[in-house]
């Protein structure tokens, strides 16, 4: 549940500084998913690589996306949605409930997600984000596209430096989880530009 907040509050936050490169075809999301967190970039633009080690250290590195105002609007579109759930008669609303529940191993029904939501605030939603970079995590990269394995390399290598970088500020260094393995994955196959890197946690 943080993670999903957290994941909406950096959307938020980098919503108007992304605009012109979103203008210029370059486009990011970061998402949670059962394994890990998933950052996808695309675009035509060879300016691929630097955006999206620049969105990656504005997660990893700075913290000033993580303010009050965001954190309120999204925990409360947060509870809206869940307390939609059952109100819609949707099939798909049903299938993503119950794809949530039965994934989470100590999920608990949605009632009890909707009351640790409303305690949920600005400090807890910090503390969740230092125990990701206080994690084992593992950066796995796929590039695919008209790029070569030298601009793909770099990448690769950048995303891994920011990771070990904040893990290593956090104080993860110390329990020796600092990001220094991963997978990479080249495919030259096609015009159009993707990145995707996959940051595994393990809790």
């Known amino acids: 549940m943080h993670s999903e907040i957290l994941m909406a509050v950096f959307s938020d936050a980098l919503a108007q500084e992304t605009y012109a490169a979103a203008s210029a075809g370059l486009h990011?999301?970061?998402s949670k998913t059962p394994s890990g967190l998933i950052l996808r970039c695309s675009g035509y633009s060879e300016h691929l690589t630097d955006f999206a080690l620049h969105v990656l250290t504005l997660f990893f590195a700075d913290h000033s996306f993580l303010k009050?105002?965001?954190?309120?609007v999204n925990r409360d579109r947060y509870l809206r949605t869940l307390?939609?759930?059952?109100?819609s008669k949707r099939a798909d609303s049903y299938a993503s409930y119950y794809t949530d529940f039965f994934l989470n191993s100590r999920g608990k029904g949605i009632d009890h997600t909707i009351e640790v939501t409303k305690g949920t605030s600005i400090s807890t939603l910090k503390d969740h984000f230092e125990?990701?970079?206080s994690s084992?995590?593992?950066?796995?990269c796929l590039f695919a596209g008209n790029v070569s394995m030298e601009e793909s390399k770099r990448l690769f290598s950048g995303a891994q430096k920011i990771i070990a970088a904040a893990q290593s500020s956090s104080g993860a260094s110390s329990t020796g989880t600092i990001c220094t393995t991963g997978n990479f994955f080249y495919v030259h196959h096609c015009p159009k530009t993707n990145f995707h890197t996959k940051a595994f946690i393990s809790h």
């Not at 009050?68 to 309120?72: L, R, V």
Request: aromatic share 24%; hydrophobic share 40%; charged share 30%.
């Open 131 to 133: 125990r990701i970079l």
């Open 136 to 140: 084992q995590i593992q950066a796995d």
């Open 83 to 87: 307390s939609t759930y059952f109100e």
């Open 68 to 72: 009050e105002n965001y954190f309120k």
């Open 28 to 30: 990011w999301r970061l």
